[in-house]
């Protein structure tokens, strides 16, 4: 009688571990700013992989996607912290957007170790796909080279010969100017100036803009963004500037998140990106529909790149058979995947771990009485370089 | 580059018009900090929220000047709320409780601002008539930039009648010198305290409007003009028009001219100027008290 209870308990409980087996959710976990200086960008995203689980979830070969959003403030330290928490104590399966490039570096490390895939869905610092690559880590975004060297030598062959750099002192817009640099020098540019002003904490252009109207460049390269980006750009217009010495930015200057506060200073204005809204592909327009849809706005880069880390996410899941409990399989298939995303096509490179996609370049035109941008060219299949990126082999 | 008259000139114009926007924000609380010794951080807030009204004034159709003519009273009746309400109750608390509660209140107007009007930064429209840049000797500058420097010119002058030339400015001067004996002598010092914090309050907004079309309005505008106006009042001096005129002159002009010496170092350029004048005048330029018991 006994033993036929203990097997009977023994069955229950086997059983029991196989039910909850088949019902275990897909745990994906993203560390994106809910509070802090990129909440905006925060919250686009966060809202593109949400419609992405929408979309092409909500389950994956039976297992539902569950999405944990962790914030870290702007601040690499929380994010560090909020990693641990997401990999030790929520046992998430995967990291797939994350915003920051500092967090990005921060949990790298900390990811690899406890071999949990990362995608990261802004984080556009060279090095996490050069120097400091991981065969964890994917980046689902952009890298600040595959922006800035295509547009060097657009430029030059435009007739912008003489170039001044105008830009926030941090380190993004000193890696966009040192990747535009080279390629624009090499195509036979001149970078005339470059001066930066303290990062947050300008207000007051007109010091530099006076001195970049002083060398007399064929076009200011103007690095800025927020709340420096509007307050550049209506000072450039105020000083007189616009109409006289055209600007010309890369993403993240002219943003439609900003078109409100910038008006019409940003007219004329010349950007290469990686997303419009404006391009005309069916993928994109659909998106924008089904954004608006349960949004009621328009869709922006960042929330494309939140859409596409959670889809390249689910594409892997769904190439493991929903068997993401093995990390290395999980890992092998992100890099397989590649699909037609609302940027159009986009791949990821298995060397580099960094997607390759368009870049775009457009200029910001007035329509009607807003600001769009208006597509002027199309540089495809961008990659990076993979020579500076020393990857161990998954395991 | 710096001896290009014509740049050397605009440099000179730009420092001025950044001084002026200083000015408006630290007479009320260089006047208020020797008046009352009261460290009122928030003042900066009062600054934030006039620019936000002006911008939903803006957005409801109505001029700049509308909003001009509204928003500083409006901040001014915010902030002699904020007095009565919190900000009285640790007036004879020391400074650190000063500072707690009115650090206390940047956070929350800031959350504020941001649950109201969300995180984006907003633009105020310059008005048209200010649009465009003036010819000025061969520079072209700015009309709006201008019509500040000229604004902080005639509220400098007209700060400098009350305080010197009206019997409400001689009270003024009377209880920053010496509050226990102005108080012997009949003078409802409450009073007079209740009204230059707004007038301050109502300077602070009107620093707010003014610097929305050329600085922008966004969460955080409060703590970056703060800091600013701290070190202008700490250089120039507590309680005095002409430390306040001093100080904002040095610092305004130490800013623009720091950022095309050496860009790396602009904010250390303000510093520096601090640390040095603190060296040799450790109250400050020209303050109103110089040999307080107070200090």
């Known amino acids: 009688m006994r033993r036929a209870l203990c097997a009977g308990a023994v069955c229950a409980v086997l059983s029991m571990n196989s039910a909850a087996l088949a019902a275990d959710p897909f745990k994906i976990g993203g560390i994106l700013a809910t509070t802090g200086n990129d909440v905006p960008q925060g919250t686009e995203m966060a809202n593109g992989m949400r419609l992405a689980i929408e979309q092409i979830g909500p389950q994956v070969n039976g297992r539902d996607i569950q999405l944990l959003i962790e914030d870290d403030g702007s601040n690499p330290n929380t994010g560090l912290q909020k990693a641990r928490k997401l990999i030790q104590s929520d046992k998430v399966d995967m990291i797939a957007g994350v915003l920051l490039s500092a967090t990005a570096l921060a949990i790298s490390p900390v990811a690899s170790a406890a071999k949990v895939p990362v995608i990261l ?72 100036g470059e001066v930066y002003s303290p990062f947050n904490k300008t207000q007051d252009f007109g010091p530099y803009l006076a001195q970049a109207r002083s060398a007399n460049p064929d076009a200011i390269l103007a690095f800025y963004y927020g709340a420096e980006a509007i307050l550049f750009a209506k000072q450039y217009e105020s000083f007189g500037l616009k109409g006289k010495i055209p600007m010309i930015a890369m993403l993240g200057t002219t943003p439609v998140m900003l078109r409100q506060a910038q008006g019409s200073s940003v007219d004329g204005v010349i950007s290469s990106l990686n997303y419009i809204p404006e391009l005309q592909n069916p993928e994109n327009i659909a998106f924008q529909k089904a954004y608006r849809e349960k949004f009621h706005a328009s869709a922006s880069e960042f929330a494309v790149m939140g859409y596409d880390s959670m889809r390249f996410a689910i594409e892997a899941a769904k190439k493991v058979n929903g068997h993401v409990e093995d990390r290395v399989a999980l890992a092998k298939a992100i890099s397989q995947v590649s699909f037609n995303s609302a940027r159009g096509p986009t791949r990821m490179n298995p060397a580099t771990h960094q997607v390759d996609q368009n870049v775009y370049i457009a200029k910001i035109v007035k329509k009607g009485d807003a600001e769009v941008f208006d597509l002027i060219d199309t540089i495809p299949n961008v990659s990076t370089d993979a020579s500076a990126c020393k990857m161990a082999p998954l395991q | ?149 000229g604004l902080g010119l005639v509220v400098m002058t007209a700060l400098y009648f009350a305080l010197e030339r009206t019997r409400l400015g001689a009270l003024v001067r009377a209880g ?115 040999f307080s018991t107070s200090v």
């Not at chain 1, 030059?156 to 020098?185: C, H, M, Q, S």
């Not at chain 2, 911008?55 to 009273?73: D, E, K, M, N, Y």
């Not at chain 2, 510093?271 to 330029?285: N, S």
Request: hydrophobic share 55%; with cysteine.
């Open chain 1, 121 to 192: 869905s802004l984080a556009s610092a060279n090095a996490l796909t050069g120097e400091k690559c991981s065969p964890w880590v994917f980046r689902a975004s952009y890298a600040n080279s595959q922006i800035a060297e295509p547009f060097g030598p657009w430029i030059a062959a435009k007739g912008y010969k003489n170039i001044f750099i105008l830009g926030a002192d941090f380190v993004t817009p000193r890696e966009f100017a040192g990747d535009f640099r080279r390629t624009f020098e090499k195509a036979g540019g001149k970078v005339v």
């Open chain 2, 1 to 149: 580059m710096l001896l290009d008259p014509y740049f050397f000139a605009e440099q000179v114009l730009n420092s001025l018009q950044f001084s002026m926007l200083l000015f408006l924000l630290a007479i009320g609380l260089s006047v208020v900090f020797g008046l009352m010794d009261y460290l009122n951080l928030a003042h900066g807030t009062i600054y934030m929220f006039a620019a936000y009204v002006a911008f939903t004034v803006t957005q409801l159709g109505g001029s700049f000047w509308a909003a001009l003519a509204l928003a500083p009273f409006v901040a001014a009746a915010v902030g002699l709320l904020l007095y009565f309400l919190l900000l009285k109750r640790v007036e004879r608390s020391g400074h650190l409780a000063q500072v707690l509660l009115t650090v206390g209140i940047i956070y929350m107007g800031t959350d504020l601002m941001r649950i109201a009007y969300g995180d984006l930064p907003k633009g105020v429209a310059q008005p048209d008539v200010l649009k465009g840049a003036v010819n000025l000797f061969g520079i072209l500058y700015p009309s709006y930039r201008l019509f500040l420097i």
């Open chain 2, 176 to 290: 920053v010198d010496d509050r226990a004996t102005a108080e012997t002598l009949g003078i409802d010092i409450g009073k007079v305290f209740a009204l230059v914090f707004a007038i301050g309050t109502y300077l602070a907004g009107v620093g707010g409007v003014v610097a929305a079309p050329i600085f922008g309005v966004y969460p955080g505008m409060d703590v970056t003009i703060i800091i600013l106006v701290l070190i202008v009042v700490v250089v120039g001096g507590l309680g005095s028009l002409k430390g306040a005129i001093l100080g904002s002159l040095l610092i305004g002009f130490a800013d623009t001219f720091g950022k095309i010496l050496l860009p790396q170092f602009a904010m250390m350029i303000i510093y520096l100027v601090m640390a040095l004048v603190l060296t040799f005048r450790p109250t400050g330029l020209l303050p109103a008290r110089r």
